[in-house]
């Protein structure tokens, strides 16, 4: 059942440091919100019991796209649409940038946030296997203080995370990555759908291949990077992938075509990123 507004309580902070006081204070009692583009259909439906929420939208502290050395580091309510103007982002994770240009609608890019797509923890999310397969760290920070998680370990299981209840998402860094980047996003439609399956992969030495839509969290390829990277026929490295995931049937596809696509896209993805 949808909650009636009148009972729902919003606490405004005015600095990172406020709001992590009140995190401290009011732990799983409170639900921070940035963009809202997840929260509000939560709650819309019915499906959100909170009724306390702290509002993070007005942070500067979590804004931000820069280079810091040789890493690039997003502040967690960057938004898509800081994505797409970020020459830095173009530079260092095109991957990233074109995630972004396929997530919703112009208005979604406007208001969704880097760390709230980490934090919602769909397998479904655009942004999570460009984050996987660059080995983005996700800075998390308390009131006890700052807690660096490599991005494949951040998730525990579906919709889990290894957040701690007084815990912010702050900041994503993403080392370098060299090599050749491709990013794929299947959905029923062109524009504006949930996907049934993304990739996000780096052709290098050593290769990098992530997926989501396909398991309960997302999931980086190893033993598939392990067979390319020894020179497997792509026979071989898509029955591999096959073992890897673990696909289901669902209102927006079935388990046999996402395993089929993702078959399909691996060896796009090696044929598009080898040799001219």
Not at 7 to 26: F, K, N, Q, T
Not at 163 to 169: K, T, W
């Amino acid at each position: 059942m949808r909650p009636s507004v009148t009972s729902l309580e919003v606490i405004r902070c005015r600095s990172l440091g406020d709001a992590l006081s009140a995190l401290h204070e009011y732990g799983d009692a409170v639900v921070p919100l940035a963009g809202c583009t997840d929260l509000y259909v939560a709650l819309n439906a019915g499906t959100l019991a909170a009724t306390r929420f702290l509002d993070l939208w007005a942070l500067d502290e979590l804004r931000g796209i820069e280079s810091h050395g040789d890493t690039l580091r997003l502040g967690a309510l960057s938004t898509y649409r800081d994505v797409l103007a970020s020459p830095l982002v173009r530079a260092h994770l095109p991957m990233l940038a074109e995630a972004a240009r396929q997530v919703g609608a112009a208005q979604i890019q406007q208001r969704g946030t880097l760390g709230g797509n980490i934090v919602n923890a769909s397998p479904a999310g655009d942004t999570l296997p460009v984050f996987a397969a660059a080995e983005a760290i996700v800075v998390l920070q308390s009131v006890r203080g700052e807690r660096r998680v490599p991005f494949t370990e951040f998730y525990t299981g579906y919709r889990a995370t290894v957040r701690e209840r007084d815990e912010l998402v702050v900041r994503i860094d993403v080392p370098p990555a060299t090599g050749r980047q491709w990013f794929r996003k299947v959905g029923t439609r062109a524009a504006q759908a949930v996907s049934k399956v993304v990739i996000a992969a780096v052709r290098s030495e050593r290769p990098r291949i992530a997926l989501g839509s396909v398991a309960p969290v997302v999931i980086r390829a190893r033993r598939t990077e392990d067979a390319l990277a020894s020179g497997a026929p792509m026979g071989r490295a898509q029955a591999v992938l096959a073992e890897e995931i673990s696909p289901i049937d669902d209102v927006r596809s079935t388990a046999a075509y996402r395993l089929q696509v993702s078959k399909n896209l691996l060896a796009r993805f090696w044929a598009d990123t080898g040799p001219a």
